[in-house]
């Protein structure tokens, strides 16, 4: 009820391509997903995040799509660039006054690897 | 502004031994959480605290302990280390979500190893 699946393990692209990486949750309770990257041996960082009140979210190459009635939501990189080549982390966080707090439930990761 | 700094970055224990990782930020930020990763686990809450003084229990908070004395340093404890507490522990800290920023701003890591 408090997870948050995210597939696929790891995905290699070839440079200009499009990676899509797509993330499933039970709880209809959570209503902020986040995405966050994490390049080796950094600490992962925010890169886009999604309120459920809408379906796309875009910034530069990164979009977010989400799909309320099918609990799922996905994030595509357009044009992808071996620089970004990372892990990717969905997460989502519950609604205060269910959890009581503020904390994210985080996705098992994918590791992107984009082919120059 | 050096945002969330972790101390050691890198520890090598031996089973039994006990630790303390210190996370701090300068962000004035009010929560504080101290995650592990683990290769196909993802990011595992540990404990995590919404104040000064307090603290909670999260995912995984077996084998720990955590205080926060102080608003800008989260403290995470081993008292007897186990193989198993063997990963990286990210520290990381936001602002309540009411005032809008919803972000976790992670640490660098440190990763641990225990033999």
């Known amino acids: 009820q408090q997870q948050v699946k995210q597939s696929p393990q790891s995905l290699i692209v070839q440079k200009g391509g499009i990676s899509i990486i797509n993330c499933a949750y039970e709880?209809?309770?959570?209503?902020?997903f986040p995405w966050y990257q994490q390049f080796p041996g950094k600490g992962p960082a925010l890169l886009i995040a999604?309120?459920?009140?809408?379906s796309e979210k875009k910034e530069g190459r990164f979009t977010i799509s989400f799909n309320k009635s099918a609990k799922q939501f996905s994030l595509h990189i357009m044009d992808s660039q071996p620089g970004d080549s990372a892990t990717y982390f969905c997460?989502?966080?519950?609604?205060?006054?269910?959890?009581?707090?503020?904390?994210?439930?985080f996705g098992t990761g994918t590791r992107l690897k984009v082919l120059a | 502004n050096a945002g969330v700094t972790q101390t050691p970055k890198f520890r090598v224990l031996k089973t039994g031994q006990s630790m303390t990782l210190l996370c701090a930020q300068d962000?004035?930020?009010?929560?504080m959480y101290w995650y592990r990763q683990d290769p196909g686990m993802g990011l595992r809450l540990i404990h995590y605290?919404?104040?000064?003084?307090?603290?909670a229990k999260g995912e995984v908070p077996d084998g720990y302990n955590v205080s926060r004395l102080k608003k800008q340093n989260f403290l995470l404890g081993l008292e007897s280390a186990a193989p198993s507490q063997t990963s990286v522990y990210f520290c990381?800290?936001?602002?309540?979500?009411?005032?809008?920023?919803?972000?976790?701003?992670f640490g660098p890591g440190t990763r641990l190893t225990v033999t």
């Open positions: 990381a800290s936001s602002y309540p979500r009411w005032e809008g920023d919803y972000e976790q701003y």
């Open positions: 709880n209809t309770a959570f209503d902020y």
């Open positions: 999604i309120r459920p009140d809408v």
């Open positions: 997460a989502a966080s519950p609604r205060v006054r269910v959890s009581g707090t503020y904390k994210y439930i």
């Open positions: 962000m004035n930020h009010e929560y």
């Open positions: 605290s919404v104040g000064e003084g307090t603290t």
